[in-house]
């Protein structure tokens, strides 16, 4: 069985503040995304890395994925009250089977 | 442009009620996944499907049935509804990324 444990399972931060994300497991993946979610919603993508020890940026989010593809962690600068949210990691099995992370809540204060 | 739509948003059912929930695309995508959400969890796969008439478990697909007839549909069905049951259920489909619904909200009572 295949798991991803996030952490940390929560987070409350002021604004302004940095903060990293981790995504673990014990088995190799093809890929992995990050997705975040808003209440009532379903998860929208924020990036996907592929290969072992890539590095992505996104604005103020920096994703890495792990040199032997079994961990990756988000790093957030400077977190605005928009960042809040449910923050998910999916790692891909093969072309098309995702296992999502256990999930990290964020929550910025203005 | 729907992308993936699901029907209901909100049902409660009393234990050992039966119900479908229903799934569609329109992006004409092969790959459809159902997930099951807990409150303030991750996601965990029931089932997919990797086209019309291929399905497969994921990994928590007991107490639950799919069927893929068309490209478009992928109908999720609890036969013997049971209170572990409650959560909130996303539809899924994928061209290099996930496209999620906006979920069903199920209770069982």
């Known amino acids: 069985t295949q798991l991803l444990e996030q952490s940390p399972q929560f987070l409350s931060i002021q604004e302004g503040e940095n903060l990293t994300v981790y995504c673990n497991s014990s088995s190799v993946f093809s890929s992995l995304q990050w997705y975040r979610q808003e209440p009532g919603e379903g998860p929208v993508l924020l990036v996907t890395v592929v290969t072992g020890g890539e590095v992505k940026k996104l604005k103020r989010l920096t994703f890495q994925f792990g040199d032997a593809r079994k961990d990756s962690s988000l790093h957030i600068t400077a977190a605005q009250p928009g960042d809040t949210g449910l923050y998910l990691c999916a790692g891909a099995s093969g072309t098309y089977k995702y296992i999502f992370g256990t999930g990290t809540r964020l929550k910025v204060l203005a | 442009n729907a992308g993936v739509t699901q029907t209901p948003k909100f049902r409660i059912l009393k234990i050992g009620q039966s119900m479908t929930l229903q799934c569609t695309q329109d992006m004409n995508h092969n790959y459809m996944y159902w997930y099951r959400q807990d409150p303030g969890m991750g996601l965990k796969l029931i089932y997919y499907?990797?086209?019309?008439?291929?399905?497969d478990k994921g990994e928590v697909p007991n107490g639950y049935n799919v069927s893929r007839s068309t490209t478009e549909d992928f109908p999720l069905r609890l036969e013997l509804a049971a209170p572990s049951q409650t959560s909130v259920y996303f539809c899924?489909?994928?061209?290099?990324?996930?496209?999620f619904g906006s979920g069903t909200q199920l209770s069982v009572l």
């Open positions: 899924a489909s994928k061209e290099g990324k996930l496209f």
């Open positions: 499907s990797v086209g019309a008439g291929i399905t």
